[in-house]
Protein backbone atom coordinates (compact mmCIF):
# COMPACT_ATOMS: atom_id res chain seq x y z
CA UNK A 1 0.00 0.00 0.00
CA UNK A 2 1.06 3.69 -0.39
CA UNK A 3 2.38 5.29 2.21
CA UNK A 4 1.50 8.95 3.30
CA UNK A 5 3.56 12.48 2.97
CA UNK A 6 2.76 12.28 6.84
CA UNK A 7 3.88 15.99 7.01
CA UNK A 8 0.08 16.68 5.72
CA UNK A 9 -1.12 15.34 9.27
CA UNK A 10 1.04 17.98 10.86
CA UNK A 11 -1.23 20.82 9.54
CA UNK A 12 -4.04 22.01 11.54
CA UNK A 13 -6.83 20.47 10.06
CA UNK A 14 -8.86 22.80 8.28
CA UNK A 15 -7.66 26.29 6.48
CA UNK A 16 -8.57 29.14 8.33
CA UNK A 17 -11.50 30.31 5.80
CA UNK A 18 -12.98 26.73 6.03
CA UNK A 19 -13.34 27.06 9.79
CA UNK A 20 -14.58 30.11 9.33
CA UNK A 21 -17.06 29.36 6.93
CA UNK A 22 -18.33 26.31 9.51
CA UNK A 23 -19.02 29.05 12.32
CA UNK A 24 -20.91 31.45 9.65
CA UNK A 25 -22.96 28.26 8.30
CA UNK A 26 -23.59 27.02 11.44
CA UNK A 27 -24.85 30.91 12.51
CA UNK A 28 -26.62 31.21 9.62
CA UNK A 29 -28.59 27.66 10.03
CA UNK A 30 -29.87 29.02 13.26
CA UNK A 31 -30.55 32.92 12.03
CA UNK A 32 -31.49 32.56 8.11
CA UNK A 33 -32.91 35.89 8.02
CA UNK A 34 -29.96 37.50 9.56
CA UNK A 35 -28.80 40.63 7.56
CA UNK A 36 -25.06 38.77 7.42
CA UNK A 37 -22.19 41.30 6.08
CA UNK A 38 -19.37 39.62 5.01
CA UNK A 39 -15.90 41.35 5.60
CA UNK A 40 -13.75 38.34 6.36
CA UNK A 41 -12.22 36.76 3.07
CA UNK A 42 -10.37 39.40 0.62
CA UNK A 43 -12.61 38.60 -2.27
CA UNK A 44 -13.48 41.79 -4.84
CA UNK A 45 -17.27 42.88 -5.24
CA UNK A 46 -16.94 45.00 -8.05
CA UNK A 47 -16.94 43.44 -11.63
CA UNK A 48 -13.79 43.64 -13.58
CA UNK A 49 -12.71 46.40 -15.78
CA UNK A 50 -14.85 46.52 -19.09
CA UNK A 51 -11.47 46.92 -21.23
CA UNK A 52 -10.64 43.54 -19.88
CA UNK A 53 -13.82 42.09 -20.37
CA UNK A 54 -13.85 43.44 -24.28
CA UNK A 55 -10.38 42.14 -24.50
CA UNK A 56 -11.19 38.32 -23.37
CA UNK A 57 -13.99 38.43 -25.29
CA UNK A 58 -11.76 38.74 -28.90
CA UNK A 59 -9.65 36.22 -27.06
CA UNK A 60 -11.95 34.11 -26.73
CA UNK A 61 -13.28 34.95 -30.89
CA UNK A 62 -10.21 34.07 -31.91
CA UNK A 63 -10.28 30.71 -30.30
CA UNK A 64 -12.92 29.74 -32.65
CA UNK A 65 -11.48 30.64 -35.73
CA UNK A 66 -9.14 28.61 -37.59
CA UNK A 67 -6.34 31.69 -38.66
CA UNK A 68 -6.09 32.56 -34.88
CA UNK A 69 -6.43 29.68 -32.53
CA UNK A 70 -4.30 29.02 -29.97
CA UNK A 71 -3.10 25.78 -28.32
CA UNK A 72 -0.69 25.36 -26.37
CA UNK A 73 1.11 28.06 -25.46
CA UNK A 74 4.97 26.91 -26.01
CA UNK A 75 6.47 28.15 -23.09
CA UNK A 76 3.97 27.91 -20.50
CA UNK A 77 5.48 31.20 -18.95
CA UNK A 78 3.38 33.87 -20.77
CA UNK A 79 2.48 34.79 -24.29
CA UNK A 80 5.08 38.22 -24.98
CA UNK A 81 2.00 40.23 -25.16
CA UNK A 82 1.60 40.05 -21.58
CA UNK A 83 4.97 39.87 -20.15
CA UNK A 84 5.29 42.93 -22.15
CA UNK A 85 2.88 44.57 -20.88
CA UNK A 86 3.77 43.63 -17.47
CA UNK A 87 7.27 45.10 -17.68
CA UNK A 88 5.83 48.39 -19.16
CA UNK A 89 3.89 48.55 -15.80
CA UNK A 90 7.02 48.16 -13.81
CA UNK A 91 8.70 50.88 -15.34
CA UNK A 92 5.47 53.11 -14.95
CA UNK A 93 6.42 52.99 -11.42
CA UNK A 94 10.57 53.20 -11.85
CA UNK A 95 11.76 49.63 -12.05
CA UNK A 96 13.37 47.49 -15.03
CA UNK A 97 12.30 44.67 -15.47
CA UNK A 98 13.16 42.41 -18.73
CA UNK A 99 10.13 40.86 -19.95
CA UNK A 100 11.96 37.63 -20.58
CA UNK A 101 12.23 37.62 -16.46
CA UNK A 102 8.19 37.62 -15.77
CA UNK A 103 6.51 34.30 -15.84
CA UNK A 104 2.47 34.92 -16.29
CA UNK A 105 0.76 32.32 -13.89
CA UNK A 106 -2.69 31.71 -12.67
CA UNK A 107 -2.40 33.85 -9.14
CA UNK A 108 0.46 34.54 -6.70
CA UNK A 109 -0.88 32.09 -4.41
CA UNK A 110 -0.33 29.32 -6.51
CA UNK A 111 3.26 30.01 -7.31
CA UNK A 112 4.29 31.40 -3.07
CA UNK A 113 3.20 27.92 -3.03
CA UNK A 114 4.89 26.32 -5.39
CA UNK A 115 8.35 27.77 -5.87
CA UNK A 116 9.65 25.64 -2.61
CA UNK A 117 9.36 22.95 -5.27
CA UNK A 118 13.08 23.97 -6.41
CA UNK A 119 14.51 24.31 -3.32
CA UNK A 120 15.97 21.55 -0.95
CA UNK A 121 13.61 20.31 2.42
CA UNK A 122 17.07 20.79 4.11
CA UNK A 123 16.23 24.87 3.92
CA UNK A 124 15.60 26.97 6.85
CA UNK A 125 12.42 29.04 6.24
CA UNK A 126 11.93 32.50 7.94
CA UNK A 127 8.41 33.76 7.82
CA UNK A 128 7.34 37.20 9.39
CA UNK A 129 4.32 36.21 11.69
CA UNK A 130 1.36 37.18 11.49
CA UNK A 131 1.39 35.77 8.14
CA UNK A 132 -0.78 34.41 5.25
CA UNK A 133 -1.03 30.94 5.92
CA UNK A 134 -0.08 29.89 2.64
CA UNK A 135 3.80 30.82 3.30
CA UNK A 136 3.81 28.47 6.33
CA UNK A 137 2.05 25.36 5.11
CA UNK A 138 3.48 25.08 1.92
CA UNK A 139 6.27 24.43 3.60
CA UNK A 140 5.53 22.45 6.54
CA UNK A 141 3.75 19.70 3.73
CA UNK A 142 7.86 19.49 2.72
CA UNK A 143 8.95 18.99 6.11
CA UNK A 144 11.11 22.19 6.11
CA UNK A 145 12.48 23.43 9.28
CA UNK A 146 9.95 27.41 9.66
CA UNK A 147 11.45 29.81 12.16
CA UNK A 148 9.14 33.07 12.68
CA UNK A 149 10.14 37.08 13.02
CA UNK A 150 7.78 38.54 15.44
CA UNK A 151 5.96 41.16 14.02
CA UNK A 152 3.86 42.85 16.63
CA UNK A 153 2.46 46.15 18.08
CA UNK A 154 5.42 47.31 19.33
CA UNK A 155 6.99 46.91 15.63
CA UNK A 156 4.21 48.57 13.44
CA UNK A 157 3.60 44.95 12.74
CA UNK A 158 7.32 45.11 10.51
CA UNK A 159 9.51 42.52 11.63
CA UNK A 160 13.17 42.80 10.85
CA UNK A 161 15.79 40.50 11.01
CA UNK A 162 17.78 38.89 13.37
CA UNK A 163 21.25 38.63 12.32
CA UNK A 164 22.34 35.99 15.10
CA UNK A 165 19.66 33.82 13.14
CA UNK A 166 20.11 31.73 10.21
CA UNK A 167 17.73 31.39 7.42
CA UNK A 168 18.08 29.92 3.69
CA UNK A 169 14.95 31.25 2.16
CA UNK A 170 12.29 34.55 3.65
CA UNK A 171 8.58 35.29 3.24
CA UNK A 172 8.02 38.82 3.05
CA UNK A 173 4.78 40.71 1.87
CA UNK A 174 4.21 44.36 1.86
CA UNK A 175 1.75 45.67 2.12
CA UNK A 176 1.30 43.07 4.39
CA UNK A 177 -1.52 40.86 4.66
CA UNK A 178 -3.16 40.33 7.04
CA UNK A 179 -1.66 43.40 9.10
CA UNK A 180 -2.07 45.89 6.21
CA UNK A 181 1.76 47.31 7.39
CA UNK A 182 4.11 48.11 4.25
CA UNK A 183 8.23 48.27 4.24
CA UNK A 184 9.99 50.99 3.68
CA UNK A 185 13.04 51.12 0.79
CA UNK A 186 15.36 51.19 4.49
CA UNK A 187 13.86 48.23 5.71
CA UNK A 188 13.58 46.42 2.58
CA UNK A 189 17.68 47.19 2.33
CA UNK A 190 17.83 45.61 5.73
CA UNK A 191 15.96 42.39 4.54
CA UNK A 192 18.13 42.70 1.50
CA UNK A 193 21.21 42.94 3.27
CA UNK A 194 20.71 39.97 5.94
CA UNK A 195 19.71 37.81 3.11
CA UNK A 196 22.77 38.03 0.99
CA UNK A 197 24.65 37.93 4.45
CA UNK A 198 22.91 34.36 4.51
CA UNK A 199 23.26 33.34 1.28
CA UNK A 200 19.67 33.33 1.43
CA UNK A 201 16.89 33.93 -1.04
CA UNK A 202 13.77 36.34 -0.75
CA UNK A 203 10.43 35.26 -2.08
CA UNK A 204 8.33 38.44 -2.02
CA UNK A 205 4.69 39.13 -2.04
CA UNK A 206 3.53 42.24 -3.57
CA UNK A 207 0.28 41.23 -4.31
CA UNK A 208 -1.22 44.61 -2.95
CA UNK A 209 1.32 46.89 -4.41
CA UNK A 210 -1.42 48.99 -6.61
CA UNK A 211 -3.30 50.20 -3.17
CA UNK A 212 0.22 51.97 -2.01
CA UNK A 213 -0.39 55.78 -2.66
CA UNK A 214 2.59 57.16 -0.88
CA UNK A 215 5.17 57.52 -3.39
CA UNK A 216 7.92 57.37 -0.99
CA UNK A 217 7.36 53.77 -0.22
CA UNK A 218 8.65 51.00 -2.87
CA UNK A 219 5.96 48.82 -5.03
CA UNK A 220 8.42 46.05 -5.82
CA UNK A 221 11.61 45.11 -3.75
CA UNK A 222 13.29 45.55 -7.08
CA UNK A 223 12.53 49.18 -6.08
CA UNK A 224 15.60 48.86 -3.79
CA UNK A 225 19.05 48.53 -4.88
CA UNK A 226 20.56 44.81 -4.41
CA UNK A 227 17.38 42.89 -4.64
CA UNK A 228 17.93 41.58 -8.40
CA UNK A 229 20.52 39.08 -6.85
CA UNK A 230 18.98 37.88 -3.85
CA UNK A 231 14.46 38.01 -4.72
CA UNK A 232 11.88 36.45 -5.93
CA UNK A 233 8.95 39.03 -6.79
CA UNK A 234 5.05 37.77 -7.11
CA UNK A 235 1.91 39.46 -8.16
CA UNK A 236 -1.70 39.10 -8.02
CA UNK A 237 -4.18 40.67 -10.68
CA UNK A 238 -6.89 39.47 -7.94
CA UNK A 239 -7.10 42.72 -6.02
CA UNK A 240 -5.61 45.04 -8.52
CA UNK A 241 -8.11 43.95 -11.42
CA UNK A 242 -10.63 41.83 -9.74
CA UNK A 243 -9.46 39.13 -10.96
CA UNK A 244 -10.00 36.63 -8.28
CA UNK A 245 -12.52 34.60 -10.74
CA UNK A 246 -10.09 34.70 -13.46
CA UNK A 247 -6.90 33.71 -12.42
CA UNK A 248 -3.61 35.31 -13.25
CA UNK A 249 -1.28 37.08 -12.32
CA UNK A 250 2.71 37.09 -12.30
CA UNK A 251 6.16 36.18 -11.15
CA UNK A 252 9.73 37.76 -11.55
CA UNK A 253 12.92 35.68 -11.41
CA UNK A 254 15.97 38.22 -12.17
CA UNK A 255 18.17 36.61 -14.43
CA UNK A 256 21.23 37.84 -11.93
CA UNK A 257 19.75 35.46 -8.89
CA UNK A 258 21.78 31.92 -9.11
CA UNK A 259 22.41 29.53 -6.33
CA UNK A 260 25.29 27.18 -6.04
CA UNK A 261 24.44 23.52 -6.37
CA UNK A 262 25.96 21.05 -3.62
CA UNK A 263 29.08 20.49 -6.09
CA UNK A 264 29.51 24.24 -6.23
CA UNK A 265 28.30 24.95 -9.56
CA UNK A 266 25.74 27.94 -9.69
CA UNK A 267 22.35 27.08 -10.74
CA UNK A 268 20.02 29.93 -12.29
CA UNK A 269 16.75 29.90 -10.56
CA UNK A 270 14.95 31.28 -13.51
CA UNK A 271 16.34 28.39 -15.80
CA UNK A 272 15.23 25.99 -12.53
CA UNK A 273 11.67 27.27 -12.30
CA UNK A 274 11.18 27.10 -16.13
CA UNK A 275 11.86 23.45 -15.96
CA UNK A 276 9.51 22.71 -12.74
CA UNK A 277 6.51 24.74 -14.48
CA UNK A 278 7.35 23.16 -17.93
CA UNK A 279 6.37 19.69 -16.27
CA UNK A 280 3.60 21.08 -13.77
CA UNK A 281 2.36 23.90 -15.07
CA UNK A 282 0.41 24.42 -18.42
CA UNK A 283 0.06 27.80 -18.33
CA UNK A 284 -3.16 30.49 -18.66
CA UNK A 285 -5.91 30.57 -21.02
CA UNK A 286 -5.00 33.12 -24.23
CA UNK A 287 -8.31 34.53 -23.54
CA UNK A 288 -7.53 35.18 -19.91
CA UNK A 289 -3.79 37.03 -20.79
CA UNK A 290 -5.72 39.14 -23.04
CA UNK A 291 -7.70 40.70 -20.52
CA UNK A 292 -4.56 40.74 -18.25
CA UNK A 293 -3.29 43.02 -21.08
CA UNK A 294 -5.39 45.24 -21.30
CA UNK A 295 -5.46 45.54 -17.78
CA UNK A 296 -2.12 47.81 -18.66
CA UNK A 297 -3.01 49.73 -21.26
CA UNK A 298 -3.49 53.65 -20.79
CA UNK A 299 -7.40 52.81 -20.47
CA UNK A 300 -7.38 49.85 -18.32
CA UNK A 301 -5.36 50.99 -15.89
CA UNK A 302 -7.80 54.38 -15.41
CA UNK A 303 -10.31 51.60 -15.17
CA UNK A 304 -8.83 49.50 -12.58
CA UNK A 305 -7.94 52.91 -10.54
CA UNK A 306 -11.04 53.72 -10.31
CA UNK A 307 -12.25 50.21 -8.62
CA UNK A 308 -9.18 50.79 -6.28
CA UNK A 309 -10.54 54.00 -5.29
CA UNK A 310 -13.73 52.39 -4.44
CA UNK A 311 -12.33 49.78 -2.24
CA UNK A 312 -9.65 52.63 -0.86
CA UNK A 313 -12.50 54.88 0.28
CA UNK A 314 -13.79 51.67 2.34
CA UNK A 315 -10.73 51.48 3.78
CA UNK A 316 -11.37 55.46 4.97
CA UNK A 317 -14.95 54.48 6.43
CA UNK A 318 -13.51 51.65 8.28
CA UNK A 319 -9.96 53.11 9.77
CA UNK A 320 -11.94 56.45 10.54
CA UNK A 321 -14.34 54.28 12.57
CA UNK A 322 -11.44 52.91 14.30
CA UNK A 323 -10.26 56.46 14.90
CA UNK A 324 -13.64 57.59 16.60
CA UNK A 325 -13.72 54.63 18.88
CA UNK A 326 -10.08 54.65 19.77
CA UNK A 327 -9.03 51.38 18.67
CA UNK A 328 -5.57 50.95 17.81
CA UNK A 329 -4.93 49.73 14.29
CA UNK A 330 -2.48 49.08 11.23
CA UNK A 331 -3.54 49.61 7.44
CA UNK A 332 -6.41 51.30 6.20
CA UNK A 333 -3.41 53.50 3.69
CA UNK A 334 -1.56 52.26 1.25
CA UNK A 335 -3.37 48.85 1.83
CA UNK A 336 -6.80 47.06 1.89
CA UNK A 337 -6.67 45.71 5.04
CA UNK A 338 -7.33 46.87 8.68
CA UNK A 339 -5.82 44.66 11.37
CA UNK A 340 -7.25 46.28 14.74
CA UNK A 341 -6.95 45.34 18.14
CA UNK A 342 -9.57 43.76 19.88
CA UNK A 343 -11.42 45.84 22.28
CA UNK A 344 -11.48 44.56 26.16
CA UNK A 345 -8.27 42.34 25.13
CA UNK A 346 -10.65 40.04 23.98
CA UNK A 347 -9.05 37.19 22.25
CA UNK A 348 -9.31 36.97 18.16
CA UNK A 349 -11.82 34.12 17.98
CA UNK A 350 -13.97 35.12 20.80
CA UNK A 351 -14.43 38.68 19.35
CA UNK A 352 -15.00 37.15 15.85
CA UNK A 353 -17.88 35.36 17.93
CA UNK A 354 -19.34 37.96 19.12
CA UNK A 355 -19.16 40.18 16.05
CA UNK A 356 -21.10 37.32 14.47
CA UNK A 357 -23.39 36.46 16.76
CA UNK A 358 -24.06 40.46 17.80
CA UNK A 359 -24.15 42.19 15.02
CA UNK A 360 -24.02 39.46 12.27
CA UNK A 361 -20.66 40.89 10.57
CA UNK A 362 -17.74 38.50 9.35
CA UNK A 363 -14.19 38.98 9.83
CA UNK A 364 -10.94 37.18 10.43
CA UNK A 365 -9.58 36.46 13.63
CA UNK A 366 -6.02 37.37 13.84
CA UNK A 367 -5.19 33.88 15.36
CA UNK A 368 -5.38 32.52 12.11
CA UNK A 369 -2.53 33.89 10.59
CA UNK A 370 -0.13 32.92 13.55
CA UNK A 371 0.65 33.81 17.52
CA UNK A 372 1.53 37.62 17.09
CA UNK A 373 -2.48 37.90 15.74
CA UNK A 374 -4.17 36.65 18.66
CA UNK A 375 -5.73 39.71 19.95
CA UNK A 376 -5.84 41.08 16.68
CA UNK A 377 -8.94 41.16 13.54
CA UNK A 378 -8.62 41.57 10.48
CA UNK A 379 -11.23 43.41 8.07
CA UNK A 380 -11.50 43.98 4.23
CA UNK A 381 -12.06 47.44 2.05
CA UNK A 382 -13.02 44.92 -0.48
CA UNK A 383 -16.70 44.69 0.40
CA UNK A 384 -19.98 46.77 -0.93
CA UNK A 385 -19.93 50.66 0.50
CA UNK A 386 -23.50 50.69 1.87
CA UNK A 387 -22.34 47.27 3.28
CA UNK A 388 -19.68 48.76 4.88
CA UNK A 389 -21.44 51.58 6.31
CA UNK A 390 -23.90 49.48 8.16
CA UNK A 391 -20.70 47.36 9.03
CA UNK A 392 -19.65 49.84 11.00
CA UNK A 393 -22.69 51.22 12.39
CA UNK A 394 -23.03 47.89 13.48
CA UNK A 395 -19.19 47.75 14.76
CA UNK A 396 -19.70 50.91 16.72
CA UNK A 397 -22.82 50.07 18.35
CA UNK A 398 -21.14 46.78 19.35
CA UNK A 399 -17.77 48.51 20.64
CA UNK A 400 -19.63 51.59 22.71
CA UNK A 401 -22.02 48.54 24.90
CA UNK A 402 -19.06 46.75 25.88
Given at each position: MPTL????????????????????????????????????????????????????????????????????????????????????????????????????????????????????????????????????????????????????EKNGFLAMPDDNVHADLIYLCSPNNPTGAVYTKEQLRIWIDYAKKNNAVIIFDSAYEAFITDPELPRSIFAVEGARECAIEMCSLSKTAGFTGMRCGYTVIPNELKVKASDGTEVSISQLWSRRQGSKFNGVSYPVQCAAAAVFTEEGLKQIHKNIAYYQENAKIISSTMDKLGVKYTGGINSPYIWFKCPNNMNS??????????????????????????????????????????????????????
Open positions: NENFLKLEKNYLFINIAKKVNAFLAENPDAPLIRMGIGDVTLPIAPVAVEAMKKGAEEMGVKETFKGYEDSGAGYDFLKNAVSGYYKSFGVDILPEEIRINDGAKSDCGNIVDIFGNDNIVLVTDPAYPVYVDSNRMNGRTIIFADSNWDFFDLMLNKIAVVGTPGAGFGKNGDGWFRLTAFGDRDNTIEAMKRFEKLVSEI
